[in-house]
Protein backbone atom coordinates (compact mmCIF):
# COMPACT_ATOMS: atom_id res chain seq x y z
CA UNK A 1 0.00 0.00 0.00
CA UNK A 2 1.53 3.07 -0.75
CA UNK A 3 0.63 6.75 -0.91
CA UNK A 4 0.08 7.89 -4.87
CA UNK A 5 2.27 11.02 -6.18
CA UNK A 6 -1.25 12.16 -7.23
CA UNK A 7 -2.47 12.49 -3.88
CA UNK A 8 0.63 14.60 -3.14
CA UNK A 9 0.27 16.96 -6.26
CA UNK A 10 -3.25 17.50 -5.43
CA UNK A 11 -2.32 19.00 -2.15
CA UNK A 12 0.20 20.85 -3.85
CA UNK A 13 -2.30 22.52 -6.04
CA UNK A 14 -4.70 23.32 -3.08
CA UNK A 15 -2.31 24.93 -1.67
CA UNK A 16 -1.91 27.12 -4.45
CA UNK A 17 -5.51 27.38 -4.98
CA UNK A 18 -6.64 27.28 -1.34
CA UNK A 19 -10.44 28.58 -2.33
CA UNK A 20 -14.09 27.05 -2.41
CA UNK A 21 -14.25 27.65 -6.17
CA UNK A 22 -11.21 25.88 -7.22
CA UNK A 23 -11.94 22.88 -4.56
CA UNK A 24 -15.49 22.37 -5.93
CA UNK A 25 -14.22 22.12 -9.67
CA UNK A 26 -11.38 19.40 -8.29
CA UNK A 27 -13.57 17.43 -5.90
CA UNK A 28 -13.10 14.72 -7.91
CA UNK A 29 -8.82 14.91 -7.54
CA UNK A 30 -9.86 15.09 -3.94
CA UNK A 31 -12.11 12.21 -3.26
CA UNK A 32 -9.39 10.49 -4.71
CA UNK A 33 -6.57 11.65 -2.97
CA UNK A 34 -8.93 10.85 0.20
CA UNK A 35 -9.76 7.73 -0.98
CA UNK A 36 -6.03 6.91 -0.96
CA UNK A 37 -5.43 8.46 2.53
CA UNK A 38 -8.08 6.32 4.00
CA UNK A 39 -6.65 2.69 2.45
CA UNK A 40 -3.33 4.13 3.71
CA UNK A 41 -4.69 5.18 7.42
CA UNK A 42 -6.31 1.38 7.59
CA UNK A 43 -3.26 -0.19 6.65
CA UNK A 44 -1.20 1.82 9.01
CA UNK A 45 -3.40 0.84 11.49
CA UNK A 46 -2.94 -2.85 10.57
CA UNK A 47 0.62 -2.94 10.91
CA UNK A 48 1.09 -1.25 13.64
CA UNK A 49 -1.96 -3.12 15.42
CA UNK A 50 0.49 -6.25 15.40
CA UNK A 51 2.46 -4.89 18.52
CA UNK A 52 0.28 -2.45 20.04
CA UNK A 53 -3.66 -1.76 21.31
CA UNK A 54 -5.05 0.56 19.56
CA UNK A 55 -8.57 3.21 19.00
CA UNK A 56 -9.52 3.09 15.25
CA UNK A 57 -7.51 5.28 12.93
CA UNK A 58 -9.09 8.76 12.75
CA UNK A 59 -8.54 10.65 9.30
CA UNK A 60 -8.78 14.13 10.08
CA UNK A 61 -11.25 16.80 8.14
CA UNK A 62 -9.23 18.50 5.78
CA UNK A 63 -12.08 21.63 6.19
CA UNK A 64 -10.51 24.33 8.36
CA UNK A 65 -12.55 25.71 11.36
CA UNK A 66 -11.93 29.39 10.34
CA UNK A 67 -13.87 30.89 13.17
CA UNK A 68 -11.33 32.43 15.29
CA UNK A 69 -8.61 32.58 13.19
CA UNK A 70 -7.25 34.99 10.87
CA UNK A 71 -6.45 32.87 8.23
CA UNK A 72 -9.39 32.31 6.57
CA UNK A 73 -8.21 29.84 4.16
CA UNK A 74 -11.25 27.23 4.09
CA UNK A 75 -8.92 24.04 3.43
CA UNK A 76 -6.04 22.40 5.44
CA UNK A 77 -2.77 22.15 3.22
CA UNK A 78 -2.24 18.23 4.27
CA UNK A 79 -4.29 14.92 5.49
CA UNK A 80 -3.47 14.45 9.36
CA UNK A 81 -3.81 11.01 10.74
CA UNK A 82 -3.90 10.24 14.40
CA UNK A 83 -4.07 6.89 16.16
CA UNK A 84 -4.74 6.66 19.91
CA UNK A 85 -3.49 4.10 21.73
CA UNK A 86 -6.33 1.91 23.68
CA UNK A 87 -7.63 1.23 26.94
CA UNK A 88 -6.98 3.42 30.10
CA UNK A 89 -3.51 1.85 31.19
CA UNK A 90 -1.49 2.52 27.57
CA UNK A 91 -1.02 6.45 27.23
CA UNK A 92 0.06 8.38 23.49
CA UNK A 93 -1.08 9.17 20.33
CA UNK A 94 0.35 8.08 16.47
CA UNK A 95 0.43 11.25 14.19
CA UNK A 96 1.30 11.40 10.49
CA UNK A 97 1.13 14.46 8.49
CA UNK A 98 1.22 14.32 4.72
CA UNK A 99 1.86 17.49 2.98
CA UNK A 100 4.34 18.32 -0.12
CA UNK A 101 7.21 19.43 1.98
CA UNK A 102 6.36 19.03 5.19
CA UNK A 103 5.35 15.40 5.57
CA UNK A 104 6.51 13.79 9.54
CA UNK A 105 5.71 11.50 11.47
CA UNK A 106 4.96 11.93 15.09
CA UNK A 107 3.52 11.32 18.17
CA UNK A 108 3.54 11.90 22.34
CA UNK A 109 1.71 14.04 24.38
CA UNK A 110 1.19 17.50 23.06
CA UNK A 111 -0.89 19.32 25.14
CA UNK A 112 -1.69 17.12 28.33
CA UNK A 113 -4.33 18.40 30.99
CA UNK A 114 -3.34 19.84 33.75
CA UNK A 115 -3.50 16.56 36.09
CA UNK A 116 -1.47 15.09 33.63
CA UNK A 117 1.55 17.48 33.65
CA UNK A 118 1.46 18.00 36.93
CA UNK A 119 1.90 14.02 37.36
CA UNK A 120 4.71 13.71 34.69
CA UNK A 121 6.53 17.05 36.10
CA UNK A 122 6.52 15.55 39.61
CA UNK A 123 8.07 12.14 38.00
CA UNK A 124 10.89 14.03 36.44
CA UNK A 125 11.60 15.74 39.28
CA UNK A 126 12.01 12.94 41.42
CA UNK A 127 13.73 10.85 38.70
CA UNK A 128 14.76 12.39 35.54
CA UNK A 129 16.84 9.36 34.44
CA UNK A 130 14.75 7.00 32.62
CA UNK A 131 13.50 9.29 30.79
CA UNK A 132 16.68 10.73 29.90
CA UNK A 133 17.80 6.64 29.13
CA UNK A 134 14.94 6.49 26.44
CA UNK A 135 16.16 10.30 24.95
CA UNK A 136 19.77 8.70 24.60
CA UNK A 137 18.94 5.26 23.15
CA UNK A 138 20.25 4.60 19.83
CA UNK A 139 16.82 4.45 17.72
CA UNK A 140 15.25 7.33 19.46
CA UNK A 141 18.03 9.43 18.57
CA UNK A 142 18.38 8.24 14.96
CA UNK A 143 14.83 8.63 14.39
CA UNK A 144 13.47 11.60 16.25
CA UNK A 145 17.08 13.49 17.77
CA UNK A 146 15.29 14.42 20.91
CA UNK A 147 11.92 15.20 22.98
CA UNK A 148 9.98 18.56 21.79
CA UNK A 149 7.64 20.64 23.00
CA UNK A 150 6.48 23.80 23.85
CA UNK A 151 8.47 25.11 27.14
CA UNK A 152 8.05 27.66 29.61
CA UNK A 153 10.70 30.53 29.80
CA UNK A 154 11.36 29.64 33.41
CA UNK A 155 10.35 27.19 36.38
CA UNK A 156 7.44 26.33 36.82
CA UNK A 157 5.32 27.23 39.43
CA UNK A 158 6.08 24.63 42.59
CA UNK A 159 9.77 23.95 41.56
CA UNK A 160 13.25 25.13 41.90
CA UNK A 161 14.60 27.72 39.02
CA UNK A 162 17.87 25.53 39.89
CA UNK A 163 16.28 21.79 39.84
CA UNK A 164 18.47 19.78 37.46
CA UNK A 165 15.69 18.67 35.25
CA UNK A 166 14.78 21.79 34.41
CA UNK A 167 14.91 21.68 30.70
CA UNK A 168 12.48 18.88 31.91
CA UNK A 169 10.18 20.42 34.09
CA UNK A 170 9.34 23.36 32.04
CA UNK A 171 8.30 21.65 29.35
CA UNK A 172 4.21 21.95 28.57
CA UNK A 173 4.00 19.09 26.16
CA UNK A 174 6.10 16.07 24.95
CA UNK A 175 6.34 15.12 21.62
CA UNK A 176 8.34 13.05 18.90
CA UNK A 177 8.94 14.41 15.38
CA UNK A 178 10.37 12.61 12.46
CA UNK A 179 10.52 14.38 9.06
CA UNK A 180 10.13 12.81 5.69
CA UNK A 181 10.75 13.68 1.96
CA UNK A 182 7.62 13.80 -0.99
CA UNK A 183 10.30 10.84 -2.62
CA UNK A 184 10.27 8.98 0.64
CA UNK A 185 6.18 9.43 1.10
CA UNK A 186 5.52 7.98 -2.32
CA UNK A 187 7.95 5.27 -2.18
CA UNK A 188 6.93 1.61 -1.94
CA UNK A 189 8.91 1.12 1.48
CA UNK A 190 6.54 4.00 3.60
CA UNK A 191 4.22 1.91 4.89
CA UNK A 192 7.41 0.10 6.57
CA UNK A 193 9.24 3.52 7.85
CA UNK A 194 5.78 4.75 9.45
CA UNK A 195 5.63 0.99 11.33
CA UNK A 196 9.59 1.06 12.48
CA UNK A 197 9.21 4.75 13.31
CA UNK A 198 5.83 4.47 15.35
CA UNK A 199 7.57 1.48 17.18
CA UNK A 200 11.42 3.43 17.61
CA UNK A 201 8.16 5.58 20.32
CA UNK A 202 7.38 2.36 22.00
CA UNK A 203 9.68 2.72 25.06
CA UNK A 204 8.81 6.72 25.29
CA UNK A 205 5.12 5.51 25.58
CA UNK A 206 5.42 3.03 27.66
CA UNK A 207 7.25 4.71 30.37
CA UNK A 208 4.98 7.45 30.16
CA UNK A 209 2.15 5.51 30.40
CA UNK A 210 3.61 3.84 33.35
CA UNK A 211 4.04 7.27 35.16
CA UNK A 212 0.42 8.62 34.28
CA UNK A 213 -0.72 5.70 35.60
CA UNK A 214 0.62 5.04 38.98
CA UNK A 215 1.63 7.92 41.89
CA UNK A 216 5.19 8.43 42.94
CA UNK A 217 5.51 5.32 44.79
CA UNK A 218 4.71 3.54 42.10
CA UNK A 219 1.41 2.22 42.80
CA UNK A 220 -1.51 2.04 40.55
CA UNK A 221 -4.45 4.72 40.74
CA UNK A 222 -6.63 3.16 38.37
CA UNK A 223 -9.88 1.25 39.09
CA UNK A 224 -9.98 -1.71 38.08
Known amino acids: MTIRPSTLQFLKDLAANNNREWFQAN ?3 YE ?5 MK ?3 QAVENVLGETDHLEPANLFRIYRDVRFSKDKSPYKNNFGLGISRATKRLRGGYYLQIEPGNSF ?3 GFWQPNAADLKRIRAEFAM ?9 AEARFRQYFGTL ?6 TAPQGFDKDHPALDLLRMKGFVVKRNVTDEEVTSEQFLQEVKLTFQAMRPFFDYMSMVLTTNLNGESVLED
Open 39 to 41: QFA
Open 148 to 153: QGETLK
Open 32 to 36: AALAN
Open 127 to 135: DDQPIREIM
Open 105 to 107: IGG
Open 27 to 29: KSR
